[in-house]
T-cell receptor, first 116, second 114 residues
Framework: GAGVSQSPSNKVTEKGKDVELRCDPI?????LYWYRQSLGQGLEFLIY????????KSGLPSDRFSAERTGGSVSTLTIQRTQQEDSAVYLC??????????????FGPGTRLTVL | AQSVAQPEDQVNVAEGNPLTVKCTYS??????LFWYVQYPNRGLQFLLK??????LVKGSYGFEAEFNKSQTSFHLKKPSALVSDSALYFC????????????FGKGNQVVVIP
C-alpha cells in the first residue's frame, strides 16, 4: 500500500521567507509526528497529532514554527521568517493508534529545507 | 527522560562478516526499543522492535537485536553483512511522556566493504 508521502522533496528559500511543508500519512493512521534531522542535532521531535486531541507542540523550537492537521489526515508544517539554522530535513511519520503505546512509526522520505 | 546512546560514529565491516551496531538505553520503567535504517536520501525504515518477551528479536533484511536488561543494551546484529547494508542506523526508545514519540540516538554510519 501507499506509504507516507511528503512534499516538496526539496525546498530552497531565502532567509526571512515563510515555507510550508506537507505530509500525507498512511490512510487510517491516526497518529502523526513531525521530526527534524539536522547535522549535529540528530533527530528531534517537533510535534505530535493524535486524532482530534490537542496536538503536543512541546518540541517546536520557536514560535515561528506551527503545524496543523486538517480532517485528521494531511498535515502542514509552517515555518515563518525562516532562518539559516532552520536548514534541515523535516521528516513526517504516522502510526496506527490501537490503544497500545508501542506501534512502530512509518516515516516519509522527508523534505530537505535549505535557507540561504 | 528516556534516552539511547550509540557510542560509535561509524562501523566498518567486510562483506560476509558479522555486523554489530551498539545501542545502550536509559529509561524509567519498561523500555520499548526500536531500530531504524536510513538509506541515502530516503526516510527511516523500521527494522525491528523490542516490547516484551524473548530477548532476541528478529526483524527485516536478516537483522536481529538482543535485549540485555542487565547491561541496558539493545545491539543490532546481522550474521553476514552485505554491501547493500551500508546505511545510517538509528536506535530509538519510546518516550514515556504520553505521546509515544521516539527519542533517537545520534545514528551510526555502517560501511560494508566489498
Amino acid at each position: 500500500g501507499a506509504g507516507v508521502s511528503q512534499s516538496p522533496s526539496n525546498k530552497v528559500t531565502e532567509k526571512g521567507k515563510d515555507v510550508e511543508l506537507r505530509c500525507d500519512p498512511i490512510s487510517g493512521h491516526t497518529a502523526l509526528y513531525w521530526y527534524r534531522q539536522s547535522l549535529g542535532q540528530g533527530l528531534e521531535f517537533l510535534i505530535y497529532f493524535q486524532g482530534n486531541s490537542a496536538p503536543d507542540k512541546s518540541g517546536l523550537p520557536s514560535d515561528r514554527f506551527s503545524a496543523e492537521r486538517t480532517g485528521g489526515s494531511v498535515s502542514t508544517l509552517t515555518i515563518q521568517r525562516t532562518q539559516q539554522e532552520d536548514s534541515a530535513v523535516y521528516l513526517c511519520a504516522s502510526s496506527p493508534y490501537t490503544g497500545v503505546s508501542y506501534n512502530e512509526q512509518f516515516f516519509g522520505p522527508g523534505t530537505r529545507l535549505t535557507v540561504l | 527522560a528516556q534516552s539511547v546512546a550509540q557510542p560509535e560514529d561509524q562501523v566498518n565491516v567486510a562483506e560476509g562478516n558479522p555486523l554489530t551496531v551498539k545501542c545502550t538505553y536509559s529509561v524509567s520503567g519498561n523500555p520499548y526499543l526500536f531500530w531504524y535504517v536510513q538509506y541515502p536520501n530516503r526516510g527511516l525504515q523500521f527494522l525491528l522492535k523490542y516490547i516484551t518477551g524473548d530477548n532476541l528479536v528478529k526483524g527485516s533484511y536478516g537483522f536481529e537485536a538482543e535485549f540485555n536488561k542487565s547491561q541496558t543494551s539493545f545491539h543490532l546484529k546481522k550474521p553476514s553483512a552485505l554491501v547493500s547494508d551500508s546505511a545510517l542506523y538509528f536506535c530509538a526508545v519510546r518516550d514515556m511522556g504520553g505521546n509515544n514519540r521516539l527519542a533517537f540516538g545520534k545514528g551510526n554510519q555502517v560501511v560494508v566493504i566489498p
